[in-house]
């Protein structure tokens, strides 16, 4: 079974790089904002942080328990049990789903949404989204990388140059994974499969980043289709994609100038 990329952030990654070289379609700075705004984004949509006016606040949302996500009756064939995710009291933690009787529970939110949230909640003024993109983008394709080979979907390689110089890269385990996030947007983009939340985000981010020929291969054909699904997101989410834009755009501006 080739599994799905839940997290933006990580779908993004995985579009941004070359599933069999592990080489980046963007430069570092460009991408680092973008996986910036990626992350954002995944802070807003779990209610760690919201955004009002151009700045960035925290959510206040408490850490919880929930159930891992899991197949109803342990049956890939039934698909995915309704209590998938359903927050569950510490005390229950060992109690297995009363429906599939599969165990497992996970704290959420995950480490690294929680270090990002308590590094926003630590200032003592709310700034600005730009700034927070700024911020997170010197460490963000790394952190986003590091969390894909915790869940399995890359491994660092090292390598030698030319030069002999030593370097390491991300390389996907499975490739048809890694490739799944692009093959299925592009259904998305041309109506073949319907859109969730999910997909209107990362299809931003694409957008944003000027990734949209790499991904769909005829951006001009998917632009119209990629604006209405952002046209579906939260005024925040819209204001986080053209924040990125701008960013994204200002920093090809200074590498070229």
């Known amino acids: 079974m080739i599994r799905d990329a839940e997290r933006p ?3 993004l990654w995985l579009l941004a790089h070359d599933a069999g070289t592990g080489r980046a379609y963007l430069g570092p700075r460009v991408l680092g904002l973008g ?4 992350l954002l984004a995944e802070l807003v949509l779990g209610g760690l942080v919201r955004i009002d006016g151009g700045l960035v606040y925290d959510g206040g949302l408490q850490p919880y328990l929930r159930r891992v996500k899991h197949y109803a009756r342990g049956l890939y064939i039934v698909g995915w049990c309704p209590l998938s995710y359903r927050p569950v009291h510490r005390a229950d933690a060992d109690t297995p789903c009363p429906r599939c009787l599969v165990e497992g529970v996970e704290e959420m939110p995950e480490p690294m949404m929680r270090q990002l949230r308590q590094r926003i909640a630590a200032e003592r003024r709310p700034r600005s989204v730009a700034d927070w993109l700024t911020v997170f983008s010197q460490d963000a394709p790394e952190r986003v990388a590091e969390r894909l080979a ?8 090292s390598y030698r140059t030319l030069l002999g110089q030593r370097r390491e890269r991300w390389l996907a385990v499975q490739y048809l994974e890694a490739d799944k996030p692009a093959w299925t947007l592009r259904k998305v983009v041309q109506g073949e499969q319907p859109a969730d939340l999910h997909h209107r985000v990362v299809a931003g981010f694409v957008e944003a980043l000027g990734l949209s020929h790499t991904v769909f291969g005829d951006a001009r054909e998917a632009r119209d289709a990629v604006a209405a699904l952002q046209a579906q997101l939260s005024p925040p989410l819209r204001y986080l994609l053209e924040q990125t834009k701008t960013v994204a755009a200002d ?4 590498h070229t100038g």
């Open 150 to 157: 915790q869940d399995g979907w890359l491994f660092r390689q």
């Open 251 to 254: 920093a090809v501006m200074a």
């Open 35 to 38: 996986l910036a705004g990626a």
């Open 9 to 11: 952030a990580d779908s």
